[in-house]
């Protein structure tokens, strides 16, 4: 397989370090900064560099753009005029919406792995980066289903858990429990350095917890600032809401209300655990087999519409008949009740489905 990287950094490298250690992939890259592409060969994250983006895409299977993500719908389409018919082009930009909405071209998907570090640069790529790491896949409704079929599955061989979700309920979530996180970090350091400055003190030894809810605080703000500005309707209304919270645990406090506080303090604790067995929660795999016309979009509505019901595809494979003008799309879902959830699924969309 030959895949393409524009963008060889953290992210970019670790992708091709995986590609070439874990698919014997043929890997070449681009990046506009000097001496990364020498760096990034030099680490292993890339076969050769190219002297510019067409060089780099030409001949590609699957092509990764690993943008900042104010640039990226510009990078998306200086590769999609670049590459054939037969190429599956991604991101991995933190936010989708716009994206996703300014490119209308069924080889494009977009994507998102949930995977860094707070260190920046190839020189840090590792190739486990992705490991058991959900990676979020964007598609439009139109995207062609053997493109998709073609980059889930090496997400998989990445090491990566591909997650089929629309790109509005990304950027809402991701606004929750990412974006909102480093905006939090920001205002508890900047709280606690006024704070001494107004003392006179030396700063004191902090604890874990300080330490834990900071750890992202003052992150690269030339990745960061994108982030902010290209989800901040959906980042605004988050903040909104944790400041509604906050009003309304200033007003327990205020009451001194013992066994309220409490309450609130057990809800919190029963929140966390209920989120922690989402993420973590297994069970048997099922295969299910569906019946689908070979028209465009048809794998991705299907997907997507798993993906709204909170169900997850661990992998997938495409089987077309031999006329070409249907096949069969095998899926196989981890967990008897989300098994059970995907067969009714697919039946609505009018597919014949049936458990292998």
Partial sequence: ??????????????????????????????????????????????????????????????????????????????????????????????????????????????????????????????????????????????ATGVLFERLHRLLRGLGARPTTIDAATHDTMLAAVSHLPHVVANVLVAQAARALEQESEQLPATGPSFRDATRVAGANSAIWTDIYMANRDALIERIDDATRRLGEFRALLESGDDDAVARWNDAARAD??????????????????????????????????????????????????????EGVVALWIAGDEPARRALELVEQQGFPVARA
Avoid at 36 to 45: K, P, S, T
Avoid at 274 to 287: C, D, I, K, M, V
Avoid at 297 to 303: D, K, P, Q, S, Y
């Fill in 1 to 142: 397989m030959r895949v393409s990287i524009i963008g060889v950094g953290l992210i970019g490298g670790s992708i091709g370090l995986a590609a070439r250690e874990r698919l014997g992939a043929e890997v070449t890259g681009w990046d506009p900064s000097p001496g990364v592409l020498d760096a990034a060969v030099a680490r292993g994250a890339l076969d050769r560099g190219a002297a510019t983006l067409a060089e780099a895409v030409s001949g590609a299977e699957v092509v990764f753009v690993a943008a900042p993500v104010g640039q990226l719908t510009t990078a998306v389409e200086a590769v999609l005029d670049a590459i054939p018919r037969d190429c599956v082009v991604t991101d991995v930009g933190s936010t989708k919406r716009s994206v996703v909405a300014e490119i209308d071209d069924p080889r494009f998907v977009g994507g998102h792995p949930l995977a860094g570090a707070e260190t920046a640069g190839v020189e840090h790529a590792r190739g486990d980066l992705f490991q058991d790491a959900v990676w979020y896949l964007t598609p439009s409704e139109g």
């Fill in 272 to 325: 966390r655990e209920r989120l922690l067995e989402a993420q973590l929660a297994g069970g048997p795999l099922h295969e299910l087999r569906a019946s689908v016309p070979n028209e465009p979009g048809v794998v991705a509505r299907l997907a997507l519409e798993l993906g709204r019901a909170g169900v997850n595809i661990t992998d997938m494979a495409l089987y077309p008949a031999p006329n070409q003008a």
